[in-house]
């Protein structure tokens, strides 16, 4: 045989693999299942931190107001919600709950919204903190 033939076909050029893609994994080789003992000394899962969809993980998230407007709850419920249309910090634009009767909101002022969303308003997942930044708090009544 020809010795660059046989060069070729050496089973020592053949490893490492040419490409890891093609190479099969063995992973029921590396891990094994534990047993029940093990799970148990090892404790129950530790759960995730859920990362609040409004406000992308963050406790508060500083906005804008560029709308107020009125919104109908869903079915049941009956009333005039008041919300607001913020562009947060973050550059996205989100609807906002005012909660408490009354406020002093106008187009482009700075308010401060958390993830917290009202049950009856489908599409609304914030909800501005009254008594930070330009948002007053809610006046006592009087009687």
Known sequence: MDPV???????????????PLLTPTRTYLKYRTPNLHQLHLRGP????????K???????????????????PKKPNSAN??????????????????PGEGHNL?????????GKRPQDLPGVKLKVIR???????VKKKTQ
Do not use: Y
């Not at 409004?54 to 109908?72: A, C, D, N, S, Y």
């Not at 008594?131 to 708090?137: E, K, S, V």
């Open 5 to 19: 033939l046989a060069g070729l076909c050496s089973p020592l050029l053949t490893f490492p693999p040419p490409c």
């Open 45 to 52: 899962p530790k759960p995730k931190p859920k990362k609040l």
């Open 54 to 72: 409004g406000t992308e993980g963050r406790p508060q998230l500083k906005g804008v107001v560029l709308k107020v407007f009125i919104r109908k």
């Open 81 to 98: 919600r008041k919300c607001c249309r913020v562009r947060l910090s973050t550059g996205r634009e989100a609807i906002a709950f005012i």
């Open 106 to 114: 106008q187009e482009h002022n700075v308010v401060l919204v958390e």
């Open 131 to 137: 008594g930070a930044l330009d948002c007053a708090h």
